[in-house]
């Protein structure tokens, strides 16, 4: 019971193309924060952050990025995003955002995130087996 299962092919590269859609997401996110946009700049004050805090935003959401797309380290990226969704799903509830395509949005990349990674990793499957 607590041993490797081979992935298939269809699973493995249906999490690789999950977790590369998650990847290029969240490097442009991270991207535009660090190059603090406009959009980034005005976007920010509307939800009641410090403008100031775009390039370290920018600088966390493309830490846990690269820790995600590297195998070794993709757990902790994982669970590293995974806080930091949380985190911006608070502040559009704060803000008082539109439910489904702001508030939620942050839980729709979790599990697209999550889905990817249990896809393309055996060892996430040990620790949460599906069962049929």
Same mark, same amino acid.
Request: glycine share 10%; net charge positive.
């Given at each position: ?46 939800? &009641? ?46 803000? &008082? ?36």
């Amino acid at each position: 019971m607590n041993e490797l299962v081979p992935i298939s092919p269809t699973a493995l590269w249906t999490g690789r193309i999950l977790s590369g859609l998650v990847v290029l997401f969240l490097l442009f996110d991270g991207a535009i924060k660090l190059i603090a946009l406009d959009i980034v700049i005005e976007t920010s004050r509307q939800l &009641g952050i410090p403008t100031d805090l775009a390039v370290t935003l920018g600088v966390l959401t493309l830490a846990g990025t690269l820790l995600y797309a590297y195998p070794k380290t993709s757990v902790l990226g994982a669970i590293l995003l995974t806080g930091y969704l949380g985190g911006a799903i608070y502040v559009h509830v704060r803000a &008082g955002s539109p439910l489904f395509s702001h508030t939620l949005f942050g839980v729709y990349l979790g599990i697209l995130l999550w889905a990817g990674l249990y896809l393309r990793d055996e060892r996430l499957r040990l620790i949460f087996p599906w069962r049929r």
